[in-house]
């Protein structure tokens, strides 16, 4: 039997990785939010009824020990954060308090019986890439922004925690994850509720910054197994897709799918946070996972029959 904490685990994927946790009987997991970007109706519910909830702050030390003095934990999923691109920019002060929750996390972890940490970093802790695909050992980071540098650091003290206290962790650096239940400031699920609506889809700039995109699955199944595998015990992996596309072309798509008269509209081009191009190494990802990826097309349709379970569009 295992008792797992889950922080942040209202967010989109957090709370997806608790649901697939939860699938164990022989789980025990606690979710701990406090709904700042998390939403209570995200919380999955167990058929075992093995999910706890606790609404608590992680960035406040006496809210997160009292949910560690009150359950002997024995992994911990530490993906709490302020998160979204313009939330981030708009609070960057905001940003870097998280710091204070991954401190709080690592020193409550340290000398228990927590086997391992598993901390949801991110791509942006590559900034604008000095190589394509980004490696996980090879590629530098070129972090700025608030909420890339608040990543780069909980890496660095995870590091430094499994140095001196041995502590064991495994790092996700998450690229673009989509998904049905992901918010509407995100832009799949941006762009696609405007499609359904014939409403403008907006674009920042001319729409040739790249991304990839994985599927809520794919990710939750891939953390999940290298959780579960001593293979990248102490180590970083990258968890995404590696079929890169335009933004212009992502909206293009997305209209032809769900069947929109949306018309394409460009606004200026943000000063700060878009980066030109992502694309991530998946080789270690690939490993462990084996299956094929989920196809973009498919992945498309099935966010937009959630959010319109009447579309009938199989283009």
Request: aromatic share 10%.
């Amino acid at each position: 039997m295992s008792n797992i904490l889950v922080t942040g685990g209202a967010g989109f994927i957090a709370s997806s990785m608790a649901a697939r946790l939860a699938e164990d009987p022989a789980n025990t997991v606690v979710i701990a939010d406090n709904f700042v970007t998390g939403k209570p109706e995200n919380i999955p519910i167990s058929s075992h009824g093995n999910i706890h909830f606790v609404k608590c702050d992680v960035n406040n030390y006496r809210d997160i020990s009292e949910v560690f003095f009150s359950w002997r934990f024995d992994m911990v999923f530490h993906y709490a954060a302020l998160v979204g691109v313009q939330r981030t920019l708009n609070n960057p002060v905001k940003v870097l308090d998280d710091i204070d929750g991954i401190r709080n996390i690592l020193n409550l972890c340290k000398n228990g019986r927590v086997k391992r940490v598993l901390y949801s970093s991110s791509s942006e802790v590559y900034g604008e890439p000095f190589e394509i695909p980004q490696n996980e050992h090879t590629t530098p980071l070129n972090s700025r922004l608030p909420y890339a540098i608040v990543k780069n650091a909980g890496e660095a003290w995870l590091k430094a925690y499994e140095k001196e206290y041995g502590l064991s962790y495994s790092i996700f650096r998450f690229f673009n994850t989509y998904g049905p239940h992901q918010s509407d400031d995100f832009v799949i699920s941006k762009f696609i509720k405007a499609a359904l609506a014939n409403e403008d889809i907006t674009i920042y700039g001319d729409g040739m910054q790249t991304r990839t995109f994985c599927y809520i699955d794919d990710n939750v199944e891939a953390c999940y197994r290298i959780a579960h595998s001593d293979d990248f015990r102490n180590d970083v992996v990258n968890i995404g897709s590696d079929h890169e596309l335009t933004i212009l072309e992502l909206a293009q798509r997305i209209i032809r799918l769900s069947g929109s008269q949306s018309q394409i509209v460009h606004l200026p081009a943000l000063k700060e946070g878009d980066m030109s191009r992502r694309k991530p190494d998946i080789s270690l990802m690939r490993s462990i996972l084996k299956d094929d990826l989920t196809e973009l097309d498919q992945g498309l349709l099935r966010v937009i029959d959630a959010f319109n379970p009447i579309t009938n569009v199989r283009n």
